[in-house]
Structure formats: C-alpha cells, structure tokens
C-alpha cells in the first residue's frame, strides 16, 4: 500500500495511520505504520504503545534491522512491542531486510529471545 493510495494521517509525530484505498466488498481496519528507528529507538514506553493498540487493531513497523546491530535499550523496547502487539492479538506485519526468525540472530543469550521468536512467527505467519 503506497502513501498516495492509503491516505496518511498523522496520530502523533512519529506514528502514520493508513486508511484503506478501496473497500468495496472487504473487511477493513485501521493500521498504523511506524519505522523501527521511530518507535523502538526513540524514547517511548510500554503505554505509549498500549495507546495505541486500542486504536489500531494492525500495524506495520518498516526498516526492521537484525536486533543484534542495534543498541540493547532498542532491542528491549522491540521485545516489549512484539510482547504487546502478541497479547493482544494484534496483526503485526515486519518490513525488514531479513527473514522475520533472523531478527534474533546473535541473540542467543539474550533474555526472552525464545519466547520472542516464537511470538514473531505467531504475529506474522
């Protein structure tokens, strides 16, 4: 969905909500769209995120690094997201240069990254 067609809206400063293009015959709901940079390197906290998951029931986070070559406090506010987005049963699509299970690659001893992984499979199968 390109800009153009979907209609941006701005939430806050750093957060896009995309409106649907054409919904003649489809179930459609709101999406917000952020960047991993935006909301995972940013300061923001766990309830900015809970906010916004009353709003929109899809989201999108773009240019998704490997967690690995990002600083730890991004790599934890990431983990947070995805724990959110997962217990709330939240549609979450990755936009990322790798597959969504190599995210966590040179993770290993990290905490959580088990349980990480295996929500990213849930949320974006």
Not at 9 to 28: F, I, K, Q
Not at 53 to 59: G, M, Q, T
């Amino acid at each position: 969905m390109s800009p153009s067609a979907a209609g941006w809206e701005s939430s806050r400063p750093s957060a896009r909500a995309v409106g649907p293009a054409s919904t003649a015959g489809r179930d459609t709901q709101p999406v917000v769209w952020f960047d991993f940079a935006e909301q995972c390197e940013a300061p923001t906290s766990s309830q900015d995120v809970l906010t916004l998951v009353d709003r929109y029931p899809a989201w999108i986070v773009s240019g998704v690094p490997p967690l690995a070559s990002r600083p730890a406090d991004a790599q934890h506010r990431f983990v947070n997201l995805i724990d959110i987005l997962h217990d709330r049963d939240i549609t979450l699509t990755l936009v990322c240069d790798v597959p969504p299970d190599a995210l966590l690659d040179g993770q290993l001893g990290a905490p959580d990254t088990e349980r990480t992984a295996s929500r990213l499979q849930l949320l974006t199968a």
